[in-house]
């Protein structure tokens, strides 16, 4: 692709003169006062099935079955005969979100007319996520492509090399642990409010069930829709997304410096994960180095702020936040043409400022032609 200078002719230039070429990730510069975060509000939500077909509906929604306090699950069963993996090669990019806005746009309130969406930036959760933790992250960088098409600005992250690499050169040991996270879900939901969990099924890990959340931060309208693992299977539970639960996986703590690692490394990415859709609850299953769920323990998302407290020099919810917040205006200031067929491409490695390149027809581009033709009907 074509990388259009930043210097290029002034009247017409992808980007104005006066917007800042970088954003430094300084953690003090971001610990002032919590900004404005909007409850989040459920505005729909889809599923996509074991072919990763996409349906506007709840069917692969799942509920959590409490399991016993030391449930003795194994994970490391049926990695081998009863494990379906997607093909993490395909890009999908923001497509899914993207076929759910078609499908659903009456409910995302309008602006001008019909034809914008009500919101300044339309994403996944995942990918804020990782600017929520950038300011504590020392390994592992990220690129975020932008486009601007009727006002609303698309994110959409595309794989670093880095990142590539690591994919095509995990260890077999890896790639079995990563089906573990999926195998306590088998062993904690069920597919029926009423029913259990069926540990002799298949994990397939194509299937997903998704929300899509409104809310804003700062001056922000955001648009994004994450994953959901399962929902608390009591009808009278508050509605969506406070119903929702995340599980995760651990390895177990035996040590302080292992509680210390827990506390300063994972809870700032669970907490990150679950607090930007309202998701109240993270329930944990810790596990040994065999693979066999030792103990469950759920916790708060609102609680994990207190319970890092003592951690010195720990991370901090304010400065991911207010991070997060000055990315957003950044891209604000330096996306200024209104062209799907542009991509600002940000990027970011540890240790230095975000910046950014411009890309016209280039391998980047990722809204694609079937939602550009539809949004401008
Ligand atoms: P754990 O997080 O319990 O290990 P999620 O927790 O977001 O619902 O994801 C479910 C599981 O997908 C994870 O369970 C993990 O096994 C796998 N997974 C998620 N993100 C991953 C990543 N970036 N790299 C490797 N595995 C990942
Ligand atoms: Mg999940
Ligand atoms: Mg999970």
Not at 175 to 195: L, N, S
Not at 219 to 231: N, Q, T
Not at 277 to 288: H, S, T
Not at 339 to 358: K, Q, T
Request: a neutral charge; aromatic letters at 12%.
């Amino acid at each position: 692709g074509e990388e259009t200078s930043k210097r290029a002719r002034p009247d017409n230039a992808p980007s104005p003169a006066s917007a800042p070429r970088s954003l430094s990730v300084r953690r003090q510069l971001y610990d002032r006062h919590f900004p404005v975060y909007k409850q989040p509000v459920e505005v729909g939500h889809f599923s996509l099935d074991s072919g990763r077909n996409f349906f506007s509906d709840a069917r692969q929604l799942r509920y959590y079955a409490a399991p016993r306090r030391s449930p003795g699950f194994d994970l490391r069963d049926g990695y081998r005969d009863r494990f379906v993996k997607r093909d993490d090669g395909v890009k999908e990019r923001l497509d899914h979100v993207l076929r759910w806005i078609l499908a659903n746009r009456s409910k995302v309130e309008c602006r001008d007319g019909a034809r914008a969406l009500g919101v300044d930036f339309v994403t996944w959760r995942g990918h804020l996520t990782k600017l929520l933790t950038t300011p504590y992250e020392t390994q592992e960088g990220w690129l975020l492509a932008v486009s601007k098409l009727d006002g609303t600005l698309y994110i959409s992250e595309v794989e670093t090399e880095d990142a590539r690499r690591n994919r095509e050169n995990r260890t077999e040991r890896h790639e079995e642990m990563m089906y573990w996270g999926y195998k306590f879900e088998q062993y904690a939901c069920a597919d029926d409010p009423h029913g259990s969990p069926d540990p002799d099924g298949v994990v397939n890990t194509n299937e997903a069930f998704c929300t899509v959340v409104q809310t804003r931060l700062s001056e922000h309208k955001l648009l994004f829709s994450g994953e959901v693992d399962c929902r608390d299977r009591n009808p009278s539970a508050p509605p969506p997304p406070a119903c929702y639960i995340e599980l995760k996986t651990s390895a177990e703590i035996h040590t302080p410096k292992q509680r210390s690692n827990f506390h300063r490394y994972k809870l700032l990415k669970w907490w990150a994960q679950s607090f930007l859709p309202g998701v109240p609850q993270i329930v944990a299953g810790f596990r040994d180095h065999d693979g066999k769920v030792v103990s469950v323990e759920t916790f708060q998302t609102s609680g994990i702020s207190h319970l890092i407290k003592n951690e010195y020099n720990c991370w901090k919810p304010t400065v991911c936040m207010n991070f997060c917040s000055d990315f957003l205006s950044f891209v604000k200031t330096v996306v200024r043409v209104d062209d799907s067929r542009l991509v600002y491409l940000f990027s970011w490695d540890p240790h230095r400022d975000v910046s950014y390149s411009i890309h016209r027809d280039s391998e980047y581009t990722f809204l694609p032609d079937w939602y550009i033709k539809e949004m401008s009907r």
